[in-house]
């Protein structure tokens, strides 16, 4: 027997380059369903689940599920929509800080985009760093990009970079001003901190939308859960809305963190302003 998936399905499900591509996503929903034991214990007794206790699938799922939305959009819509880090980047020797980079594409979409950069990216999994590593060198970007393993927020190098930035990740963090600090703290003073997370609703309400509804089940099964597994956590959830990251980042030391003109449907981005 001979079967064919339609042209729309085989994208979805086996084009790894596709700004649709799906499949990770179940490996994601198969590694956390596995876990339903010791999350109902944690919710039970208040404790939390760790990233690594999630397991590879988890970790590569995520990585995998980022990995074209990265290659494809940073460098050609992202970074183009704020005027000011897009040309710095382009005029090269610029130092760029990848704060909880994973398996690391987020910098290497910034490196291939803009081949006069350096970046370092950091992140707290170990087997995360050693796949970005091995992902950067089959990229022929390693020459350009390190990765550090370690928590971001004991970087020590003060105003060391032209940017800072960090996708997807201030609201996993149990202490995110600890990290906000830091990054406020390595950039240069005429640099640039750009973040992602959530586009989730401005507030709370009984009729939520289709986003807002996906990132509660998300944050329920992973994101809480990793977040409440370190103490002390803020346990902030994907439930991060725009007043609480402008909250965080004036803990933080920064003036405000304002919302930037870039749409997604998934994510906003904010400018962490000095």
């Known amino acids: 027997r001979v079967y064919r998936l339609p042209a729309g399905h085989a994208e979805a499900l086996l084009d790894r380059d596709s700004l649709l591509y799906q499949t990770p996503f179940v490996r994601i929903v198969g ?18 689940v760790s990233w690594a206790e999630f397991g590879a699938d988890t970790r590569t799922g995520q990585a995998e599920m980022n990995r074209p939305i990265y290659l494809g959009l ?23 800080a990848d704060i909880a980079c994973g398996e690391g594409w987020s910098s290497i979409a910034i490196a291939s985009a803009y081949p006069g950069v350096q970046v370092d990216g950091f992140d707290i999994d170990g087997p995360s760093i050693e796949q970005a590593r091995r992902n950067a060198a089959d990229a022929g970007v390693s020459d350009r990009v390190r990765f550090h393993l370690g ?3 004991a970087i020590d190098r003060t105003d060391t970079y032209d940017a800072v930035v960090g996708f997807e990740f201030v609201h996993d963090l149990p202490s995110p001003i600890d990290v906000l600090s830091t990054m406020r703290r390595i950039v240069k003073p005429d640099g640039h901190v750009v973040v992602m ?4 609703a401005d507030s709370f309400t009984d009729d939520a939308d289709d986003i807002e509804r996906l990132m509660y089940g998300i944050s329920l099964f992973v994101c809480l859960p990793d977040s409440m597994a370190h103490r002390p956590s803020v346990a902030t959830g994907t439930l991060i809305r ?16 304002r919302a930037l003109p870039i749409e997604h449907d998934m994510w906003r981005f904010y400018r962490l302003e000095m």
């Open 74 to 96: 940073l460098g050609s819509e992202w970074f183009p929509a704020v005027p000011e880090l897009h040309a710095r980047l382009i005029e090269g020797g610029a130092r760029v």
């Open 197 to 200: 997370d959530e586009r989730v």
């Open 31 to 48: 590694s956390s369903a596995g876990k339903l034991p010791a999350l109902l214990d944690a919710y039970r007794t208040g404790g939390g």
């Open 242 to 257: 725009p007043s609480v990251m402008d909250a965080y980042a004036k803990e933080a030391g920064f003036a405000s963190a």
């Open 151 to 153: 928590d971001a927020a």
